[in-house]
């Protein structure tokens, strides 16, 4: 049973476009949000995170929105750059525990 | 400062046998997590040590176990290896037993391949 869904095993992007990776979750009992990412041979690395009681967050060229009546959540970057080419993890958790449930991980390429 | 220490980096072991994993969390970091990362399936969690006491478990049968010393360092252990075992294996410290508050940092992993 996949709580957390990441339906787009990869995606391709032209350098300076908008990357954007989707996720989709079936507990309503999540209320925080997270996206890692994760270059090979090393561990994932927090990227942004977003609380159920809002509906987006930014940090610099990353943005995350959630849409919690679509039990939905996605990750902007603007402007995509070539380092940005990794696997995009999206997590779940309910509060107070250290138990992330994760998606299957999407792969991002972005080409020059 | 120090990152998650995992050792080792691979490891190949037989079926049949029995792994023991390492990690040291950052300094100061009481909660210490598995997970386990297979191809297609993400990363799946094991289980979370805080304060030498296990305070979560996910869905994997028994032969996989864990603990953690006093120090915050934590081991995890799989008995009677099967190929299905060989993964990723990754540990993630923090400093608060709320993830919400502080995010996850991550080791590198310790890739097992079972043969």
């Known amino acids: 049973d996949q709580q957390v869904k990441q339906n787009s095993p990869s995606l391709s992007v032209q350098e300076g476009r908008i990357s954007i990776l989707n996720c989709d979750y079936t507990?309503?009992?999540?209320?925080?949000f997270l996206w890692y990412k994760k270059y090979p041979a090393e561990g994932p690395t927090f990227l942004i995170s977003i609380s159920s009681i809002k509906d987006k967050n930014e940090d610099g060229r990353f943005t995350v929105f959630l849409n919690k009546s679509a039990k939905h959540l996605s990750l902007h970057i603007v402007p995509s750059q070539p380092g940005d080419s990794a696997v995009y993890f999206c997590?779940?958790?309910?509060?107070?525990?250290?138990?992330?449930?994760f998606g299957a991980g999407t792969r991002l390429a972005v080409h020059p | 400062k120090a990152g998650v220490t995992q050792t080792p980096r691979y490891l190949i072991k037989t079926r049949g046998q029995q792994v023991t994993l390492s990690c040291s969390p950052i300094?100061?970091?009481?909660?210490v997590s598995w997970y386990q990362q297979t191809p297609g399936q993400g990363l799946q969690f094991l289980f979370e040590y805080f304060s030498e006491t296990q305070r979560n478990k996910g869905n994997f049968p028994g032969r996989f176990s864990g603990r953690q010393f006093s120090n915050s360092r934590s081991e995890m252990n799989v008995s009677t290896l099967e190929l299905g075992d060989s993964a990723l294996y990754l540990c993630a410290s923090s400093l608060e037993v709320d993830v919400t508050s502080y995010g996850y940092t991550f080791g590198s992993g310790t890739r097992l391949t079972v043969v």
């Open positions: 507990n309503s009992m999540f209320d925080y």
């Open positions: 300094s100061g970091h009481r909660s």
């Open positions: 997590a779940a958790s309910k509060g107070g525990y250290n138990k992330l449930i």
